[in-house]
């Protein structure tokens, strides 16, 4: 049955919510507060990674977080303060960062990770869609032999889990990019992932959901709702009201802001991510991360992108020139004829990641709203899981039959 759904939220997940919406005959609505062309469905690294089976929340992050919280050029920066919020995410964080968790988590993550990247498959081979999509696989350099052994291990486990990874010399690292001076004492090869360029797949999208009689509204925020019966009857935008028969929240770092209203207490924080492009040709075919200083390289469709960091500092959209550095000097140090220049530096942008305190997103109805659909909390992996996300958000107000399993996703979970 047809359904009026607005889905509040324009980034990658809800753009992907409205897409598998809109083909299941549902009339769509998308707000967004901003003008839907930047934040970090845009300065993403691009990367499709079943490889990323490890959440956020491991054995020894928060040791390493603490540790980090006075380096400003960190690879994850949490930023001390007072706000109760912010006390309570970091309490569940620390909570989560236990083997018995990252156990749990790991087939949940490779199982919507793996439905994600099929998905991009149909997508692109669709004829409404030209955006760039690769499957070269990445790299895990690493420049210490600690560092390549703690990566082998988290291979095996991959490996276990059925993804296809191999560990490679520096010689092998050579034939396979041979076009680039690489300093690193070898890698770990996940040939499972894929990278695109993601501005070309958003505007592909936003063009596509158009054309299919889904109904934009930017620069318009939710400021309040309606619920009456446990059930939400209008939203107030800054500039009308609006009434629909479901609701999907895919606002990203703000969502717990408005779950807040209907007494959904979700927890989450802001992850600053930061991005470098450069038009200079690099030589770099395959996509790496640059294990011990946690920056992603990406190829993308006429440019190199340079990716990184972790800033759990608070909805902001300040750039942290420190950390725009402490990018691109790990870019040298592995790719040592690489320098990005002041330019490059200058024309940094950075977008905010919705981080969940147990690494995992937030799929799903709470029980305290019935006509809303949850869909947050990804952190990094939200271009990964994007549009498994959006399926999965279709079949739930369908009252489908999930294609996955969504315990681990509840927004009601305890922590």
């Known amino acids: 049955m047809s359904k009026e759904v607005i889905v509040i939220g324009g980034g990658i997940i809800g753009l992907c919510s409205a897409y598998y919406l809109q083909k299941e005959g549902h009339n769509v609505t998308v707000i967004d507060k901003s003008n839907m062309d930047s ?63 990252v156990n749990k988590a790991i087939p949940a993550i490779k199982d919507i990770a793996l439905l994600s990247q099929e998905l991009y498959d149909d997508i692109k081979a669709s004829n409404s869609f030209r955006f760039h999509y690769e499957k070269k696989g990445l790299f895990m350099l690493c420049q210490t032999d600690k560092a390549l052994e703690e990566e082998i291990k988290v291979a095996a486990i991959a490996k276990n889990e059925g993804l296809e990874v191999s560990t490679l010399s520096r010689d092998e690292i050579e034939s396979l990019e041979p076009n680039v001076k690489i300093n690193s004492v070898g890698a770990t090869y996940y040939k499972c992932d894929s990278h695109t360029t993601p501005h070309e797949f958003m505007e592909d999208m936003k063009a596509y959901l158009k054309a299919s009689g889904v109904l934009f509204k930017s620069n318009e925020s939710v400021d309040d709702l309606t619920v009456s019966n446990g059930k939400i009857t209008s939203i107030q935008t800054t500039k009308e009201q609006l009434k629909a028969d479901e609701f999907i929240l895919a606002a990203g770092s703000w969502s717990s802001i408005l779950s807040k209203k209907l007494g959904i207490k979700l927890l989450l924080q802001a992850g600053k991510g930061y991005r470098i492009n450069t038009q200079k040709d690099t030589g770099i075919t395959i996509p790496a991360i640059l294990t011990e200083r946690k920056v992603a390289i990406t190829p993308m469709n006429g440019f190199t992108r340079f990716a990184g960091t972790m800033e759990i500092a608070g909805i902001n959209q300040n750039i942290n020139t420190v950390r725009v550095d402490a990018i691109a000097n790990a870019v040298q140090e592995y790719y040592p004829n690489i320098m990005v220049s002041e330019d490059e530096k200058f024309n940094a942008a950075s977008g905010l990641r919705p981080v969940s305190p147990d690494g995992l997103p937030y799929i799903g109805k709470s029980s305290k709203c019935h006509n809303l659909t949850i869909a947050s909390g990804h952190a990094m992996m939200g271009w990964s899981m994007a549009t498994a996300t959006g399926k999965l958000v279709s079949e739930i107000v369908g009252g489908e039959q999930t294609s996955i399993k969504i315990d681990s996703f509840n927004p009601d979970r305890k922590f």
């Open 39 to 101: 934040g970090a469905s845009y300065v993403n690294a691009g990367y499709l990674s079943p490889s990323h089976i490890i959440p956020l929340s491991a054995p020894g992050v928060m040791k390493k977080g603490l540790k980090w919280m006075f380096d400003k050029s960190s690879p994850l920066y949490i930023k001390p303060r007072l706000d109760l919020d912010f006390l309570k995410w970091t309490w569940a964080f620390n909570k989560s960062c236990n083997i018995k968790h």
